[in-house]
């Protein structure tokens, strides 16, 4: 059992596997890895360094602290910020040697009046409709960066949707905008994880990959069905087993009842660790190879589920993950949640819930 409660296990092997078979999919575009939000959950700098090891050739985060923590770790590739940043933040991100994002006009003068020295992408908005200068400013752009200029990308509103025209349609907008203007050696990228996978005509110089570098489907699906292997796992033990009478009720307001004397094990996860309240009464862990369903609300500390007398105190409880021939999905957690498997992984709260990481070469 693990010295803390509750703690997620992070398989960087899974990671390194995932890498590679994306850039097989890529089929030779280069591949930077998103670790944004602590890697999704996982924990950037490990998750980093596993993702550059299996041959990512850069990296893409969303603040200047984001970058300059994975900087700090002594990781020297490049990594690109991609949210507008504000004037004072610009110095901190030259410092680091971080390609900056411009996402306007506006944004575009302020990096071009504070340093020759910069590194910018411009981020053209061909459907999103969230960031990005329109492809009729994107010669405007283009002047007012100048040499800065490294790279040109767009992002995707619907490349994990089964409707592929929206995509394509953004594919065209932005082969017009790459048609009308010349940008020399300037990368070009569009891909996420779900275009990656789908759209091969997405893929230009290099792709962004994020969901799936972590073995999680972009679209919520089976992550086998495409060859990834989910990289976390969330694990606590069984503190207190406890037996019920027929018609005793658990946790609060008492939305569970006991239809027959039976067993009941608390375990030390609730929502404060990231367990979703909205997972009440509708999700399972598995203890000694078995699934076990969760009984009534999910507390902020704790969660109780259902137990039988082979259930001992100490048991490691799989809450996402796997244990003997079961396994518990980001995924499927997702769906019981009403969310999203990324939502699932970025919301393990790393100050209740230690990371331990596996490398198994």
Request: no cysteine.
């Amino acid at each position: 059992m693990s010295p803390s409660r509750t703690w997620a296990e992070i398989d960087l092997s899974a990671i390194r596997h995932n890498v590679l078979e994306l850039k097989r999919r890529a089929n030779g575009s280069r591949l930077m890895a998103v670790v944004k939000a602590d890697a999704y959950g996982h924990g950037a700098v490990p998750v980093a360094k596993a993702a550059l090891e299996a041959g990512a050739e850069s990296l893409a985060v969303v603040t200047v602290e984001e970058g300059r923590e994975i900087r700090e770790a002594g990781v020297s590739a490049p990594i690109l910020v991609f949210t507008d940043l504000s004037p004072e933040k610009l110095p901190l991100a030259v410092s680091l040697g971080l390609a900056v994002t411009a996402h306007s006009i506006e944004s575009a003068k302020r990096i071009s009046e504070h340093s020759d020295e910069i590194s910018a992408h411009l981020k053209v908005n061909t459907g999103m409709n969230r960031w990005g200068v329109a492809p009729s400013e994107v010669g405007e752009a283009k002047k007012i960066l100048g040499d800065r200029l490294a790279g040109i990308y767009t992002h995707f509103a619907s490349a994990d949707s089964d409707d592929k025209e929206a995509t394509e349609a953004q594919i065209w907008a932005f082969d017009g905008v790459l048609a009308a203007h010349s940008f020399g050696g300037a990368l070009v990228h569009a891909a996420n994880s779900a275009a990656t996978l789908w759209h091969p005509g997405s893929r230009y110089d290099l792709v962004r990959t994020g969901v799936a570098v972590y073995g999680l489907h972009p679209a919520g699906g089976d992550a086998d069905s495409e060859d990834l292997r989910p990289a976390m796992s969330l694990k606590s033990y069984v503190a207190d087993v406890r037996r019920l009478a027929a018609g005793e009720g658990v946790s609060y307001g008492l939305t569970f009842r006991a239809g027959e004397d039976m067993f009941a094990a608390t375990v030390p996860v609730g929502y404060a660790e990231g367990y979703r309240r909205a997972l009440s009464g509708k999700s399972e862990a598995i203890v000694r190879g078995r699934r076990r369903r969760l009984l009534g609300r999910v507390t902020m500390d704790a969660s109780v589920f259902a137990a039988d007398e082979e259930v001992s105190v100490g048991d490691e409880v799989v809450l996402l993950g796997r244990q003997g021939g079961e396994r518990v999905s980001a995924e499927e957690l997702g769906f019981r949640a009403g969310t999203i498997n990324y939502e699932i992984t970025t919301g393990v709260n790393p100050r209740r819930v230690e990371r331990s990481f596996l490398d198994v070469r």
